[in-house]
């Protein structure tokens, strides 16, 4: 659960303040 928690907030920041970062990208590509 607690990982489950930590990848949303890093998909949310990734939406919100990191879109344009290859962390941001590869989160959005795992999870796809």
Do not use: K, N, Q, Y
Not at 8 to 22: E, T
């Amino acid at each position: 659960p607690d990982a489950a928690d930590a990848l949303a907030v890093a998909i949310c920041h990734a939406h919100h303040g990191a879109a344009g970062s290859p962390l941001a990208a590869a989160i959005r590509r795992a999870t796809a």
